[in-house]
T-cell receptor
């Protein structure tokens, strides 16, 4: 299974942008990059995904490096409700499209 | 639209007892999976299914059985509960493509005493 590496934790001030990095140096050409987050005492929720091009949705933006070996999840204005564990995951049909979670990044947001 | 529904939300078992955690989805998704999450840790994949009648093992399958007789349901069976199976269990479903968004249930908190 393709692996990802994320910082254990990050801290942000409320109303400021947050850039959450993810390294995936062994990514294959068909791996999709997915981001999920898990709020306290809840199940994970989908945030965004991409293959090669940068992606935007109502929750966040995903910036993918040209060589696809890294990506960055961007929260444009962090709020206290964004405090969660953020998971970067590679999903590929070769591995049965499994979603294999790593440890993720704990995001703390200060008011 | 209910999404992914897990029952029960909480359960206490005695060591050696068996039980089934239920998971149902109403989105006609092909792909379903079960995870466990221990305190302070990420989710670990137990079993998954790519369609009715097809299941496969994940990272931590020992002590658990699954079956997929319908598209909607994917029950997880604990054959003989052990304290090491105390955890929060999450069920997820999605379409089968690599780009598909997964939907998660709210979890079942299981304690084995």
């Amino acid at each position: 299974d393709a692996k990802t590496t994320q910082p254990n934790s990050m801290e942000s001030n409320e109303e400021e942008p947050v850039h959450l990095p993810c390294n995936h140096s062994t990514i294959s050409g068909t791996d999709y990059i997915h981001w999920y987050r898990q709020l306290p005492s809840q199940g994970p929720e989908y945030v965004i995904h991409g293959l090669t091009s940068n992606v935007n949705n109502r929750m966040a933006s995903l910036a993918i490096a040209e060589d696809r070996k890294s990506s960055t999840l961007i929260l444009h204005r962090a709020t206290l409700r964004d405090a969660a564990v953020y998971y970067c995951i590679l999903r590929d049909m070769e591995y049965g499209n499994k979603l294999v979670f790593g440890a993720g990044t704990i995001l703390r947001v200060k008011s | 639209n209910a999404g992914v529904t897990q029952t029960p939300k909480f359960q206490v078992l005695k060591t050696g007892q068996s039980m089934t955690l239920q998971c149902a989805q109403d989105m006609n998704h092909e792909y379903m999976s079960w995870y466990r999450q221990d305190p302070g840790m990420g989710l670990r994949l137990i079993h998954y299914s790519v369609g009715a009648g097809i299941t496969d093992q994940g990272e931590v399958p020992n002590g658990y059985n699954v079956s997929r007789s319908t598209t909607e349901d994917f029950p997880l069976r604990l054959l003989s509960a052990a304290p090491s199976q105390t955890s929060v269990y999450f069920c997820a479903s999605s379409w089968g493509q690599s780009r598909a968004e997964a939907f998660f249930g709210q979890g079942t908190r299981l304690t084995v005493v």
